[in-house]
């Protein structure tokens, strides 16, 4: 079975930074891209940042760009998306994507083979 689940979230003031998590299991970590969307409410699902296979790729959204840094350990199963200087408008919900065969420029939200449940990310001014 596969699954994604991230973890990590919480509330936070603005300026803070969180580090949120994302375990997988049930495929081939190592051979999927990782890729991490933000959803803000009422708003559709957003790309925010990519990484590689091997962790030394990276793309991302210009609204996050020097802020925030996507990463992974294959030997974890884990990829991770670390937030600095967070702002009210990154408040929303953050999902975890996987896709096989896919760039790390693939900056739309439909084509993933594999989605986690979110975790909300919530900061206050």
């Known amino acids: 079975q596969v699954t994604l689940a991230e973890s990590g979230g919480g509330s936070v003031q603005a300026g803070d930074s969180l580090k949120l998590s994302c375990a997988a299991s049930?495929?081939?970590?190592?051979?999927?891209?990782m890729a991490w969307f933000h959803q803000a409410p009422g708003q559709k699902r957003e790309f925010v940042a990519a990484?590689?296979?091997?962790?030394?790729?990276?793309n991302y959204a210009d609204s996050v760009k020097g802020r925030f840094t996507a990463s992974r350990d294959n030997t974890k199963n884990e990829a991770y998306l670390l937030m600095n200087n967070l702002q009210p408008n990154d408040t929303g919900v953050y999902y975890c994507?996987?896709?096989?065969?896919?760039?790390?420029?693939?900056?739309?939200?439909?084509?993933?083979?594999?989605w986690g449940q979110g975790t909300q990310v919530t900061v206050s001014s």
């Open positions: 994507a996987a896709c096989h065969g896919c760039g790390i420029g693939r900056m739309v939200d439909f084509g993933w083979d594999h």
């Open positions: 049930g495929f081939n970590f190592g051979d999927y891209i």
């Open positions: 990484v590689n296979w091997g962790g030394g790729r990276s």
